[in-house]
């Protein structure tokens, strides 16, 4: 299976950039790709490559703590920390453009047993304990660390209660306040980015992220074990016959019950809206008037969210690498990958002694070849396989950053169609969470959150749009294939809500031409959708442009956080 939403998808906490550092050493045995392991383990560990520091003093964690949050509760009429003004089931929605909406979910299905996520309590019948509650900060690695209690339903929070844990990375000057940060997904805890980013990335403001409910060190999804999560996310998805079909729905319908038996309630309130009312909470005890906040791909479906969930408390938001809230995203993604693929070939030919062919369509028909090739005879790798599924996503992994990684690619297609798949699994186990002792905790987030977060219209019209796919990504489509995962998961939907930010401050959104994970159009249409919305293109590859350390990007969004001034109407950057 491959987590195609962001660039935070692949991984969370520092230990997975060291993975990553760890397999590109391996794949090359020497300093020539130092530069490129950099990006790739800041694309699977913390998404987002560090910025240049605007200072390079950074506060040691066990400087005096901050003062414990003693914010008095909000006035009478005033807006109760976490609760948006305009209730949620009021806002307009997006109408699902046919039905049935979500037949094959395995809705009734209850856990069995005691799920091994417990709970803690609730700290009250109503929300007013919640943000009543002291913040105790802690010196941990990369600063100063807290927990927040938040309901576990904000519309009954007496049920239970969920623990959310944060990071401050503080600023040596700290005059602008918290600047929330959030590296996509969905799933990926925030902190691993905080801390590369470290210190006065932004000067004047704390770094704050937070792992959203569901995610990382904070109450987080459980699932099945190492080997049943295994037999999900390697599963054929590109099935041939009736039995490999039967297979693939039965693969991931046991793996929905078994993140059902282990997560219990959870599964049903970890939505994107949920997280904003977190997030609405964490901003009021940190004692912040407005949200101002940096968010990468998925991030910035939360931080739209936020805008029409919290439009008054919303400040400056900068959306990088947009997703797409009113289509397909899985569609557009592939496509994406295609185009990211496309490229690589082109590049492969231009360089001379291509080793997989002569053209384009060369090129791709050889690496098609060789995927199909998988399905009939995996390799073999220890005690493990490299099937079509894991295939794919290891070559997956080399496109989200352009040229940089292509030389690697190369190499890892070339040694796997000789027998040689270590480096092909080490990347796919990268992208997906795979580590060597089990799965991350991403690798249940991300569908729990994105099942609960959309609606489907079952297995059958999976099967036929995957079809109608194949000629628009003639690679990608035919071997990343169907994935029913939420086509059979046992929540239901969130309401799909219609984000416009009324009223809210403007926002900058960031698109980047040559991304392949979140396309393009994705930023022109969130700007576009957003009432206050200001689009930054910048004419480049790679995912998320806040990466890139470009000159022009970097004093546009800087600009803009720390004075509120935006880039002139149709800025374009250039590498």
């Known amino acids: 299976m491959l987590h195609l939403q962001g660039p935070g998808g ?11 550092r760890d397999w590109v050493t391996w794949a090359r045995r020497g300093l020539v790709l130092l530069a490129v392991g950099l990006v790739v383990a800041a694309i699977i560990g913390g998404v987002v490559l560090p910025r240049m520091k605007q200072s390079e003093s950074t506060p040691s964690p066990d400087s005096p703590k901050a003062t414990p949050s003693t914010q008095a509760p909000p006035a009478v009429g005033s807006q109760t920390p976490g609760v948006p003004a305009v209730p949620v089931a009021e806002h307009a929605v997006w109408e699902a453009p046919a039905e049935p909406i979500n037949p094959d979910r395995q809705l009734d299905y209850k856990a069995s047993g005691t799920p091994t996520v417990t709970l803690p309590d609730a700290l009250g019948d109503t929300l007013q304990p919640y943000w009543e509650q002291t913040l105790s900060w802690e010196p941990c690695q990369g600063g100063q660390c807290t927990t927040v209690k938040v309901p576990l339903d904000w519309e009954n929070p007496g049920r239970a209660a969920l623990d959310i844990s944060v990071l401050r990375v503080p600023s040596a000057n700290p005059t602008l306040g918290p600047l929330f940060v959030n590296p996509g997904g969905p799933g990926v805890g925030s902190k691993s980015l905080a801390r590369s980013w470290g210190a006065d990335a932004w000067e004047g403001y704390d770094l704050v992220a937070w ?16 080997e049943q ?25 046991d793996f929905a019950k078994q993140c059902r038996d282990a997560s219990g309630d959870l599964l049903d309130h970890i939505t994107t809206i949920e997280n904003v009312r977190d997030l609405d909470l964490i901003r009021f005890l940190l004692g912040a008037e407005k949200l101002n906040y940096v968010g990468i791909s998925y991030g ?28 397909d995203q899985e569609v557009a993604q592939v496509e994406g990958f295609q185009l990211a693929f496309d490229n690589y070939a082109d590049w492969c030919v231009a360089e001379g002694d291509c080793p997989l062919g002569d053209s384009r369509e060369e090129v791709g028909r050889t690496v098609s070849e060789f995927l199909t090739g998988l399905d009939a005879k995996p390799i073999e790798v220890g005690d493990r396989r490299i099937n079509q599924a894991v295939g794919v996503t290891g070559i997956a992994l080399f496109l989200y950053q352009g040229a940089e990684l292509y030389p690697l690619l190369s190499e890892t297609i070339v040694a ?9 699994l080490r990347a796919s186990d ?27 219209h079952g297995i ?41 930010g009324q009223g809210a401050a403007p926002i900058l959104v960031v698109g980047s031409t040559g991304d392949s994970a979140t396309p393009y159009q994705h930023a022109v249409t969130m700007a576009e959708q957003l009432e206050s919305g200001h689009l930054l293109t910048y004419d480049g590859p790679g995912h998320g442009a806040v990466s890139t350390n470009n000159p022009c990007v970097d004093e546009a969004i800087d600009a803009y956080l720390r004075e509120g001034t935006l880039p002139a109407e149709g800025t374009v950057c250039t590498p």
């Not at 796997?416 to 092909?424: C, I, P, Q, S, T």
């Not at 990268?430 to 489907?456: K, M, S």
């Open 430 to 456: 990268a992208l997906n969470g795979r580590e060597p002792d089990g799965w991350d905790t991403q690798a249940y987030a991300f569908p729990a959150i994105r099942c609960v977060d959309g609606y489907d």
């Open 300 to 327: 910035t479906y939360i931080g739209a969210m936020y805008a029409e969930l919290f439009p008054a408390n919303t400040g400056r938001l900068v959306l990088d690498s947009a997703v797409d809230i009113t289509n």
């Open 416 to 424: 796997a169609m000789a027998g040689d798949g270590e480096a092909l």
């Open 229 to 253: 999560t295994d037999t999900a996310y390697t599963a054929d998805s590109s099935p041939d016959d009736e039995a490999e079909k039967t297979a693939l729905r039965e693969a991931w319908a």
């Open 10 to 20: 692949p991984g969370s906490g520092p230990e997975k950039g060291d993975m990553m």
């Open 460 to 500: 059958a019209d999976l099967e036929g749009e995957w079809q109608k796919l194949i000629p628009k990504a003639p690679l990608f489509a035919p071997h990343m294939g169907m994935e029913p995962t939420c086509e059979l998961w046992t929540a239901g939907s969130a309401p799909h809500l219609k984000l416009t």
């Open 211 to 226: 792992d959203p409910r569901g995610s990382g060190d904070s109450t987080h999804v459980q699932c099945g074990t190492t």
